[in-house]
């Protein structure tokens, strides 16, 4: 599918809520050379220890209205019922992507789908949890959500679950450097026949 040799693969990182995303993500930072991290926008409000710029643009309802009608997101979803709504602005992920780098987004399943459907080059990589239970207690075990938001995480996540054949890897979170070990090929643009393989 690349025509220009130069262009860089945009890899999608996706799963259940609670399953380490985040953790991954962090764990990669410094790892792999011309990597963009993609920083989603979101309407919610920062956990402990998060950074906005660094692990998300935080950022106003009206703003995120502005965004959706400038087609500057290039998907978005709203989470959980309309809690909140995170997207992924478009522009730093096609200048990166021009420029030759990787390209990391995170996001779930919902956004794992629509950018598929609007950018089919991209890799997509399903992070699963060694277990449901282990699911469990890493949601609870974070600490940041009521019982009610947990619940209504756990519901997501089974659907989420059932779609991890729509991906094209899926790695299992259980030992994070292993996990790593296994991304730093997807990321440096490992062709994905080899990529595919290594699962
Ligand atoms: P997500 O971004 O997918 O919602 P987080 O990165 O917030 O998930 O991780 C959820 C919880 O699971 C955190 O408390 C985190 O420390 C823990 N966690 C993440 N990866 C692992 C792992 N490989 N082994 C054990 N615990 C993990």
Do not use: Q
């Not at 094209?168 to 643009?189: A, H, K, Q, W, Y």
């Amino acid at each position: 599918m690349t025509h220009g040799a130069a262009r860089g693969r945009l890899v999608v990182l996706a799963g259940p809520s609670g399953v380490g995303k985040s953790t991954v993500v962090n764990a990669l930072r410094g790892e792999v050379s011309r990597l963009y991290f993609s920083v989603s926008a979101t309407t919610r409000s920062p956990r402990p220890g998060e950074v906005d710029g660094r692990d998300y643009r935080f950022v106003s309802a009206s703003d995120f209205d502005r965004m959706v009608e400038e087609g500057a997101l290039l998907e978005w979803a709203e989470i959980h019922g309309g809690l909140h709504r995170s997207g992924t602005p478009a522009g730093p992920v096609e200048e990166h992507l021009a420029a030759g780098d990787s390209v990391l987004v995170e996001v779930d399943l919902t956004g794992a789908r629509n950018i598929r459907a609007c950018r089919p080059d991209a890799l997509l990589v399903f992070l699963a949890p060694p277990s449901w239970d282990d699911l469990v207690r890493r949601l609870s075990g974070r600490g940041t959500d009521s019982p009610e938001v947990i619940e209504r995480r756990l519901t997501t996540a089974r659907e989420e679950l059932a779609a991890a054949d729509e991906f094209d890897v899926t790695v299992v979170n259980d030992d994070l450097n292993e996990v790593v070990r296994r991304l730093i090929p997807l990321l440096s643009g490992a062709p994905d026949g080899e990529a595919r393989l290594s699962h």
